[in-house]
């Protein structure tokens, strides 16, 4: 895996600098990037690449953009489409990359769109907004949505609300682009959902949560159009105390879905478990500090020897050696700079 080469993506906001996206060449024998593109494009505070590889999405003020992804990494810019919403924070496309999900943090809104052959996003086909009130407590106390993303079937988009502590499950018609309430998975009160991933066979749906910092791993299945989801095990990424200000941010499988990752805001530290594939249970590896301060994202090098962190408030990219057998992390060089980054993909090229 050495030889193969990859460029990674990191989505920032733009205050005072216009180019909201960077692209890295990956060192990945060193465990370490280097700067090869920036592209202008307004707060990119979430990114997505099509199932096929071709086409990156990135979230910008009001609305999203589409990029054809160049045989070398770089990104050309397709076209620019509206959201008829305030800025959203997370998006994703359905596994025949037909269409696009754009989920709003501040107005607590779910937006489908048509994607064409092109990679261009075209009109919108649904838009939803959710309602409610949560608790009277801080900032839950109406619909916050951070995360949409389908079942691997393509039946089921799964919509995290954080202010409403639950995840609404929506029926998909992937020929119309609409969506329809089939089900909500209820969450503990202030928990706030915030991200959701899959196991590479779709079985098992992991359910991270912000404010209490804790994994729900819940069992998939569809039967006759009827689909159920059992909870299966709850793991706690880190005892909360009285008066902490921890938060969960980061969520990710690595490549060969044998790991799973999550960061800690305030502990400023990453956690790791170990997936049993079979079961979908998790077990925890190591938890350890990132040396930055709100580790809003961070993610496995592709052959699972080095780990990077995109340090939100300390506006830098940290990076480690890890092993996994041992349950180790050691820091990796120096920090890099980059101002408030958000998001991180890496990409195959060839």
Request: hydrophobic share 35%; charged share 25%.
């Amino acid at each position: 895996m050495s030889k193969e080469k990859y460029v990674a993506y990191i989505s920032s906001y733009t205050q005072g600098d216009s180019h909201g996206i960077r692209i890295y060449d990956v060192d990945m024998k060193n465990g370490r990037f280097k700067e090869k593109d920036k592209v202008e494009i307004t707060n990119s505070s979430y990114l997505t690449i099509s199932h096929n590889g071709k086409f990156l999405y990135s979230i910008t003020d009001f609305g999203v953009e589409a990029y054809t992804i160049q045989p070398d990494g770089d990104l050309e810019l397709i076209n620019f489409a509206p959201i008829n919403g305030m800025r959203g924070c997370y998006v994703s496309t359905d596994y025949t990359d037909r269409y696009l999900f754009v989920a709003g943090y501040h107005d607590g809104k779910l937006t489908v769109l048509r994607l064409k052959e092109d990679g261009s996003i075209g009109e919108i086909t649904d838009e939803i907004y959710h309602k409610g009130l949560g608790s009277m407590a801080e900032r839950n106390f109406r619909p916050h949505i951070n995360c949409a993303r389908m079942t691997h079937d393509n039946k089921y988009l799964l919509v995290a609300d954080q202010g409403m502590d639950h995840v609404n499950v929506y029926r998909f018609d992937v020929e119309k682009g609409k969506v329809k309430l089939e089900d909500i998975i209820r969450s503990e009160m202030e928990s706030a959902p915030r991200h959701i991933k899959i196991s590479e066979d779709g079985k098992y749906i992991y359910i991270l949560h912000e404010l209490k910092c804790y994994i729900d791993v819940y069992e998939y299945a569809d039967n006759n159009n009827d689909p159920t989801f059992e909870k299966i095990q709850t793991v706690e990424l880190i005892k909360l105390t009285r008066g902490n200000t921890n938060s969960a941010s980061a969520f990710s499988f690595s490549l060969d879905y044998n790991y799973l990752l999550s960061s800690i805001a305030g502990d400023n530290s990453v956690i790791v478990f170990d997936v049993d594939k079979k079961t979908g249970l998790l077990k925890k590896n190591f938890l350890l500090p990132i040396s930055g301060e709100y580790p809003k994202d961070a993610e496995f090098f592709p052959d699972n020897k080095f780990l990077v962190s995109l340090n939100h408030e300390s506006n830098t990219m940290t990076f480690f050696h890890i092993d996994l057998e041992h349950g180790t992390m050691i820091m990796n060089g120096p920090a890099m700079k980059v101002n408030m980054p958000n998001c991180i993909l890496f990409h195959k090229l060839g």
